[in-house]
C-alpha cells in the first residue's frame, strides 16, 4: 500500500497534487510519502513484536537525511556500507549505537571514523577485514562488537545482479569455514564477537531462499555457542521484494516475514534485527517527469521524457518494470497505444519500457513511474552533464524540498581547472 492516489481526477501524494510540485519544483523530481515510510517501517517492527529486535533501515535504499530522520525518529537504527552512510545517519540525529556497519570493502579511515562517532556493532566480512579492524581498534584502545557475516549458499532466486547468498558472491566467508573464523576473532585484540551476520539478496519474493538460511544461522549459532562464543545477536540482513509490476503475485507481508523469523531463529533467545530497505522506501516515493515530446518511429511510437536513466537507472541496469501512470486520470475504458518511454540521454540503453501500453498521452503531459523510492534517487547521476535531480518530501497537505536541484553554474563550479591549463 501507498499514499499515491486519484483524487478528484488528478495523482496526489498523500494530499498534495503532484501537479503542484511539478509547477514549483519542476520536473524531473522524486517524491516521497511521510506516512507511507512510516507504515512500511512499523510493519516490520510490529511483525518482530515479541522477540528482542531493531529494524535498521537499509540506508543505500534511500540514503536522504530528512528520510533517515523521518524513520528514525520512528525508532528505526541504520545499516550503513559506508563512512558517508554512517555520518548521514548521524546527521539525521541516529545514535552510534543504533547504527550497524555492513559492506565488503571497509577502509581503514572509514573503521576509524565509526569508532570514534560510536557504533552499535561491524558486520565484518573477510579475514583480512577482520584483522584490520582488529589494528585499528587495538591502536584506538577500544574494543568493538562484531558479527561475521556467513554465506550459507543459498540461491535467493532473485537477479543475479543482486544476489548475494551464493557461494560465487563477493559477500561474507564461506559457513563452512565460520568455526575456524570465530576462533580467530576470539584470540584478535579490539574484537568481541558478539553475533552472526547473514544477507542472502535483494527484491526476494519467495520466503523458502530465508528459511534455509536461517536455519543454517540457527545451526551455527548452537555449533558457536558449544565452542564457547556469546552469540547473542543475529543479523538477518533484509531483501523482502515489493511488486513493481501490478500484475504480479504479491510478495510475502512482513507478518509472514516475521513469523518465519519466530519459527526458526525465536527459540534461541538472542536480539534479532533485520535491514529492509526497498520495502520501506520502495513504494513511499515515485520519479515524476513530463512528456517532452511524441515521436513516431518505424514501427514504434517514442514518448521522449524529462526523465532519464541518469535519474532512475534501474531499468537500464536491471531491465526493471516501474509502473508508469499518467499524473491527470484517464477515463474509465480508455483506449490504450503501445509506447517506448525513453529519455534524453545519449545512450539506446536509456529507455524506461518498450511497447508499454499507456492511456493516450500529449507533450507537456505529466507522468509518475511509481515505486521508485529505493534505489532511485540513490543511484541518480549527472550524466550527460544532466543536473542531479531533486527530492521533495509530503507530510500531509504540505512539502518540502529536501534535496534541492543544482545549477548549471553549482554543477560546473566543482570542477577545477589546473593551474597549468
Given at each position: 500500500?501507498?499514499h499515491?492516489?486519484?483524487?478528484?481526477g488528478?495523482?496526489?501524494?498523500e494530499?498534495?497534487?503532484?501537479?503542484?510540485?511539478?509547477?514549483?519544483?519542476?520536473?524531473?523530481?522524486?517524491?516521497?510519502?511521510?506516512?507511507?515510510l512510516?507504515?512500511?517501517?512499523?510493519?516490520?517492527?510490529?511483525?518482530?513484536?515479541?522477540?528482542?529486535?531493531?529494524?535498521?533501515?537499509?540506508?543505500?535504499?534511500?540514503?536522504?537525511?530528512?528520510?533517515?530522520?523521518?524513520?528514525?525518529?520512528?525508532?528505526?537504527?541504520?545499516?550503513?556500507?559506508?563512512?558517508?552512510?554512517?555520518?548521514?545517519?548521524?546527521?539525521?540525529?541516529?545514535?552510534?549505537?543504533?547504527?550497524?556497519?555492513?559492506?565488503?570493502?571497509?577502509?581503514?579511515?572509514?573503521?576509524?571514523?565509526?569508532?570514534?562517532?560510536?557504533?552499535?556493532?561491524?558486520?565484518v566480512?573477510?579475514?583480512?577485514?577482520?584483522?584490520?579492524?582488529?589494528?585499528?581498534?587495538?591502536?584506538?584502545?577500544?574494543?568493538?562488537?562484531?558479527?561475521?557475516?556467513?554465506?550459507?549458499?543459498?540461491?535467493?532466486?532473485?537477479?543475479a545482479?543482486?544476489?548475494?547468498?551464493?557461494?560465487?558472491?563477493?559477500?561474507?566467508?564461506?559457513?563452512?569455514?565460520?568455526?575456524?573464523?570465530?576462533?580467530?576473532?576470539?584470540?584478535?585484540?579490539?574484537?568481541?564477537?558478539?553475533?552472526i551476520?547473514?544477507?542472502?539478496?535483494?527484491?526476494?519474493?519467495?520466503?523458502?531462499?530465508?528459511?534455509?538460511?536461517?536455519?543454517?544461522?540457527?545451526?551455527?549459532?548452537e555449533?558457536?555457542?558449544?565452542?564457547?562464543?556469546?552469540?547473542?545477536?543475529?543479523?538477518?540482513?533484509?531483501?523482502?521484494?515489493?511488486?513493481?509490476?501490478?500484475?504480479?503475485?504479491?510478495?510475502?507481508?512482513?507478518?509472514?516475514?516475521?513469523?518465519?523469523?519466530?519459527?526458526?531463529?525465536?527459540?534461541?533467545g538472542?536480539?534479532?534485527?533485520?535491514?529492509?530497505?526497498?520495502?520501506?522506501?520502495?513504494?513511499?516515493?515515485?520519479?515524476?517527469?513530463?512528456?517532452?515530446?511524441?515521436?513516431?518511429?518505424?514501427?514504434?511510437?517514442?514518448?521522449?521524457?524529462?526523465?532519464?536513466?541518469?535519474?532512475?537507472?534501474?531499468?537500464?541496469?536491471?531491465?526493471?518494470?516501474?509502473?508508469?501512470?499518467?499524473?491527470?486520470?484517464?477515463?474509465?475504458?480508455?483506449?490504450?497505444?503501445?509506447w517506448?518511454?525513453?529519455?534524453?540521454?545519449?545512450?539506446?540503453?536509456?529507455?524506461?519500457?518498450?511497447?508499454?501500453?499507456?492511456?493516450?498521452?500529449?507533450?507537456?503531459?505529466?507522468?509518475a513511474?511509481?515505486?521508485?523510492?529505493?534505489?532511485?534517487?540513490?543511484?541518480?547521476?549527472?550524466?550527460?552533464?544532466r543536473?542531479?535531480?531533486?527530492?521533495?518530501?509530503?507530510?500531509g497537505?504540505?512539502?518540502?524540498?529536501?534535496?534541492?536541484?543544482?545549477?548549471?553554474?553549482?554543477?560546473?563550479?566543482?570542477?577545477?581547472?589546473?593551474?597549468?591549463?
Amino acid at each position: 500500500m501507498d499514499h499515491f492516489l486519484y483524487r478528484d481526477g488528478a495523482l496526489h501524494a498523500e494530499d498534495v497534487p503532484l501537479a503542484d510540485i511539478a509547477a514549483t519544483v519542476g520536473t524531473p523530481v522524486y517524491v516521497y510519502s511521510t506516512a507511507t515510510l512510516l507504515r512500511h517501517f512499523r510493519l516490520f517492527d510490529e511483525a518482530l513484536d515479541g522477540l528482542p529486535h531493531l529494524v535498521c533501515y537499509a540506508v543505500k535504499a534511500a540514503g536522504n537525511v530528512a528520510i533517515l530522520k523521518t524513520l528514525a525518529e520512528a525508532g528505526a537504527g541504520m545499516d550503513v556500507v559506508s563512512a558517508g552512510e554512517y555520518l548521514r545517519a548521524k546527521a539525521a540525529g541516529v545514535p552510534g549505537e543504533r547504527i550497524v556497519f555492513s559492506g565488503v570493502g571497509k577502509t581503514r579511515d572509514e573503521m576509524r571514523i565509526v569508532l570514534e562517532g560510536g557504533i552499535r556493532q561491524v558486520n565484518v566480512e573477510s579475514e583480512p577485514e577482520m584483522r584490520a579492524l582488529s589494528e585499528v581498534a587495538a591502536a584506538m584502545g577500544v574494543t568493538v562488537p562484531v558479527t561475521v557475516r556467513v554465506n550459507p549458499d543459498v540461491d535467493a532466486k532473485t537477479h543475479a545482479k543482486i544476489a548475494t547468498g551464493k557461494s560465487e558472491n563477493k559477500f561474507g566467508i564461506p559457513i563452512a569455514r565460520a568455526r575456524e573464523v570465530y576462533a580467530e576473532v576470539a584470540r584478535l585484540p579490539g574484537l568481541k564477537a558478539i553475533g552472526i551476520d547473514v544477507h542472502i539478496g535483494s527484491q526476494l519474493t519467495d520466503l523458502a531462499p530465508f528459511e534455509q538460511a536461517y536455519r543454517k544461522v540457527a545451526e551455527l549459532t548452537e555449533t558457536l555457542r558449544a565452542d564457547g562464543h556469546g552469540i547473542e545477536r543475529l543479523d538477518l540482513g533484509g531483501g523482502l521484494g515489493i511488486p513493481y509490476e501490478r500484475s504480479n503475485s504479491a510478495p510475502p507481508l512482513p507478518v509472514e516475514y516475521g513469523a518465519l523469523i519466530k519459527r526458526t531463529v525465536g527459540h534461541l533467545g538472542c536480539e534479532v534485527e533485520i535491514e529492509p530497505g526497498r520495502l520501506i522506501a520502495g513504494n513511499a516515493g515515485l520519479l515524476l517527469a513530463r512528456v517532452t515530446y511524441l515521436k513516431e518511429g518505424e514501427g514504434r511510437r517514442f514518448a521522449i521524457l524529462d526523465a532519464a536513466m541518469n535519474d532512475l537507472i534501474r531499468p537500464a541496469m536491471y531491465d526493471a518494470w516501474h509502473d508508469i501512470v499518467p499524473v491527470i486520470e484517464p477515463e474509465a475504458g480508455a483506449e490504450t497505444t503501445p509506447w517506448d518511454v525513453v529519455g534524453p540521454v545519449c545512450e539506446t540503453g536509456d529507455t524506461f519500457a518498450r511497447g508499454r501500453d499507456l492511456p493516450p498521452l500529449a507533450e507537456g503531459d505529466l507522468v509518475a513511474f511509481r515505486s521508485a523510492g529505493a534505489y532511485g534517487a540513490a543511484m541518480a547521476s549527472e550524466y550527460n552533464g544532466r543536473p542531479l535531480v531533486p527530492e521533495v518530501l509530503v507530510k500531509g497537505d504540505h512539502f518540502a524540498v529536501i534535496r534541492a536541484r543544482p545549477t548549471y553554474e553549482e554543477m560546473i563550479a566543482r570542477d577545477s581547472i589546473p593551474q597549468w591549463l
